[in-house]
């Protein structure tokens, strides 16, 4: 198997739409060669469902490549690395789906905390390469949901609820199916050794976080989980913390009116001073000058390159 030159790997943020169950990308927009101009890794803050519509080529899951081809459906955990390569020169048609499946949990089931977490663990397992010719019922899903994006009729936005809860039900059938395979399961990656220090500030960004409380959860000495996750990530766990916070002060700012001070304590931050120190570091701009036209400012927030260098 060929091996990737060592390129970037990018954290791709992306933000639900308000009263919406899922951020779903369709359309003629997402016709094109993908990863000949930009084949460096990438990784969401949100699950990934794809589908290929048309076209073939290869995907690598982290450290493994696989091939795709039209019918080819994927579901790619949070923080998990990819990266989709059209074969040759003719345009591929992919559609996604981005959901939070701890939030779709907690609202299936909530009065029960632990299956919650049961289930977000499952979801996070790995990487799922399908073939739509022999999950129907996972493809019929998809397709609903993105027509009734695409449509629109009245109460869409309840419909697509309805089915995206479905939908993380169908992929919890899919990872269950797996317990039995044995080499078909997901492969452990140096990523998945530091996915629980990543769902840890996920879940605890606006509180305070110590490296130490992030190599816990990876049940890491504090020493090893600094290592490992700055050769993988090329950013020390406290940027990293803080590029979270950063992100997540934006997506505040545009959803409410709470002041710069008050958006800085909800997102973690003890002063204001060292939020416009980060906000700055990140993003090159002030959160006010940010909040007045976040517009000019978003590409750098969405596609915020993490310069990791990793050898393959």
């Known amino acids: 198997m060929a091996k990737k030159k060592k390129e970037g790997m990018e954290l791709r943020f992306y933000e639900i739409p308000q009263g919406e169950a899922a951020l779903i990308l369709i359309g003629d927009t997402w016709v094109r060669v993908y990863g000949h101009e930009e084949t460096k890794l990438h990784f969401h803050n949100l699950m990934e469902i794809g589908i290929c519509r048309y076209g073939d080529g290869e995907m690598w899951l982290d450290e493994e490549k696989r091939q795709y081809e039209s019918g080819t459906i994927t579901v790619l955990p949070q923080n998990f690395p990819h990266v989709t390569i059209s074969a040759g020169e003719e345009p591929n048609f992919w559609e996604y789906i981005f959901l939070d499946p701890k939030q779709i949990v907690r609202e299936l089931y909530p009065d029960n905390p632990v299956y919650q977490n049961e289930i977000v663990e499952t979801l996070s397992k790995g990487p799922l390469m399908l073939n739509r010719k022999q999950q129907e019922s996972l ?8 027509d009734e994006q695409r449509i629109q009729k009245t109460y869409y936005r309840q419909m697509v609820k309805h089915y995206v809860e479905n939908l993380v039900l169908e992929i919890m059938r899919q990872y269950s199916s797996l317990d039995h395979m044995g080499d078909s399961q997901p492969k452990q990656t140096n990523m ?18 110590k490296a130490g409380d992030l190599a816990d959860a990876c049940s890491m000495s504090e020493t090893h989980f600094r290592r490992v996750f700055e ?23 545009k959803k409410t009116d709470d002041s710069m001070d008050i958006v800085a304590v909800k997102c973690g931050f003890t002063t204001t001073s060292t939020f416009n120190r980060n906000f700055k570091k990140f993003l090159d701009t002030s959160p006010y000058q940010w909040k007045i036209n976040p517009s000019t400012y978003e590409r750098r927030l969405l596609n915020y390159h993490i310069t990791a260098l990793k050898g393959w």
């Open 231 to 253: 050769e993988y990530i090329n950013m020390s766990p406290m940027d990293y913390v803080n590029l979270v916070r950063i992100q997540k002060a934006c997506e505040m700012m």
């Open 192 to 209: 998945l050794q530091i996915a629980a220090a990543l769902e840890y500030i996920s879940r605890n960004y606006a509180s305070p976080i």
């Open 139 to 146: 493809g019929t899903i998809i397709d609903v949901i993105m």
